[in-house]
């Protein structure tokens, strides 16, 4: 056998080697793929054959995931493939010689793998920079967290980013740098995706067929596609990659650090730029849930909250930008997706479609926090007025409303004292109050 040359495979990160038989031509390759470098881990060590004959194909002698230190699996490894030889190359050498080949392989390997990896000298560059893929969400050469509650949008502002990067469209975002863009789909239907894209295609003012890269694979967990991934990256030329969502990804608990970390170095090392879709908690629209560790690993995170005014056929999207490595634009950004109803022949069937995302005027864009603070109110005076229309008035202090519907204390004498001043009750009767109201309201609603 010649000396050992390793080299890494840029499609699952795997190292080997080619050792040539010169008595024969064949050509007997070493494979590690995952190296563990830790005393427990296990690693996937394949032994594949290259006849000399050209009309002969390569096949695996053998394939076994163990602790590349553990002799024994070794010699077990070792002769399992040597028993696999044929065409008359066994009778070249022995088991023996195989399993002395198979160590000096794994023995080199972790000194490889560290050589590999080392430190350099960097000047500074003060002319550079941060160039971008999608302005400001998404660097060229960075890691963007995108976090919502469900029926946010944020699937869509997935497609349509995937979209835009892919084909050198900036109606949305200003681009620095296009390339192939690829969703990993973990959550819905092909049928469902290939209806996603079509909408925004046409959206983007582009052809409602125009293909997208996709990777589809709901029921699997992030880590099971991740040799696949290395291969679509390295054969397809993939720059950015989408990720719908977190969520999906097979990690269990998300709150963990480990896994976190394990799933953000993972992306880290898979693309050059993506996004990671991910899903908030109920009461904190915006916020990442699980882990702190996909907060930090991120260059950039962004909170996600989608407006509709009643039966408005437009969403408005704001993205507040949380956390900007590289960038310091921090300012609230928004899009308009406008639907439309699709007709259908049964008038009870009610399907609504996207069809345009653009950036809205900011004169349009309707002051929501002002709405919002206004339903809440409306839903506070509702909860009040349920509870003084059960009669029991001359309970109702100030403080039990506000244990028996969970209102704070001071908004409850607040709601009670404004409709003093319209009913002319002393504010400080809440009975009479709480009465006067119950009853001035059920008029309001009969009349």
Same mark, same amino acid.
Do not use: C, Y
């Given at each position: 056998m010649s000396e050992y040359k390793y080299l890494r495979d840029p499609e699952d990160n795997s190292i080997y080697t080619k050792q040539l038989w010169r008595p024969t031509g064949d050509i007997i390759e070493f494979r590690a793929r995952g190296l563990q470098a830790n005393a427990n881990g296990k690693t996937i060590v394949d032994i594949i054959h290259h006849p000399a004959s050209e009309a002969e194909d390569a096949y695996t002698l053998g394939s076994h995931r163990y602790n590349i230190n553990d002799l024994q699996m070794r010699i077990r490894l070792a002769n399992h493939s040597y028993n696999n030889l044929y065409n008359g190359l066994k009778q070249e050498f022995t088991k023996e010689n195989f399993a002395n080949w198979l160590f000096l392989f794994t023995n080199g390997l972790l000194n490889y793998d560290s050589a590999t990896i080392t430190s350099s000298l960097v000047s500074g560059d003060p002319s550079w920079r941060p160039r971008h893929r999608a302005f400001p969400f998404i660097l060229e050469a960075g890691m963007t967290l995108m976090a919502a509650r469900g029926g946010s949008t944020k699937s869509l502002t997935g497609?349509?980013?995937?979209?835009?990067?892919?084909? /050198?469209?900036?109606? *949305?975002?200003?681009?620095? +740098?296009? %390339?192939?863009? =690829?969703?990993?789909?973990?959550?819905?239907?092909?049928?469902?995706?290939?209806?996603?894209?079509?909408?925004?295609?046409?959206?983007?003012?582009?052809? /409602?067929?125009?293909? *997208?890269?996709?990777?589809? +694979?709901? %029921?699997?967990? =992030?880590?099971?596609?991740?040799g696949t991934l290395r291969k679509i990256v390295s054969q397809k030329g993939i720059e950015f990659a989408v990720l719908d969502s977190l969520s999906r990804t097979g990690l269990g608990d998300l709150t963990e650090n480990a896994p976190a970390n394990a799933t953000m170095d993972m992306m880290a090392n898979l693309f050059p730029s993506s996004l990671v879709l991910a899903h908030s908690p109920k009461h904190s629209p915006g916020e990442i849930y699980g882990s702190d560790m996909f907060r930090n690993a991120g260059d950039i995170t962004v909170a996600v909250k989608a407006h509709r005014i009643d039966d408005d056929p437009v969403t408005w999207t704001s993205y507040q930008i949380e956390k900007a490595n590289d960038l310091g634009v921090k300012r609230e950004h928004w899009l308009a997706f406008e639907f439309e109803d699709d007709e259908n022949f049964d008038s009870r069937v009610q399907i609504s479609r996207l069809v345009d995302i653009r950036i809205p005027n900011p004169s349009e864009i309707p002051d929501f926090e002002t709405l919002d603070k206004e339903a809440e109110q409306g839903k506070q005076r509702r909860l009040i007025i349920r509870h003084m229309s059960r009669g029991d008035y001359e309970a109702s202090t100030g403080a039990q409303i506000a244990r028996n519907t969970g209102i704070p204390e001071g908004t409850v004498r607040r709601e009670l004292t404004l409709r003093s001043h319209k009913d002319g009750t002393p504010a400080d009767d809440f009975t009479k109050i709480g009465l006067h109201w119950v009853l001035h309201t059920n008029r309001e609603e009969n009349h």
């Open positions: 497609i349509a980013m995937a979209i835009s990067i892919d084909a /050198g469209i900036d109606k *949305l975002w200003p681009l620095d +740098t296009s %390339g192939p863009a =690829l969703l990993i789909n973990m959550e819905r239907s092909a049928a469902s995706i290939a209806g996603r894209i079509g909408w925004v295609n046409q959206a983007l003012d582009l052809p /409602g067929d125009r293909p *997208l890269e996709v990777f589809h +694979t709901r %029921g699997k967990t =992030l880590q099971q596609i991740e």
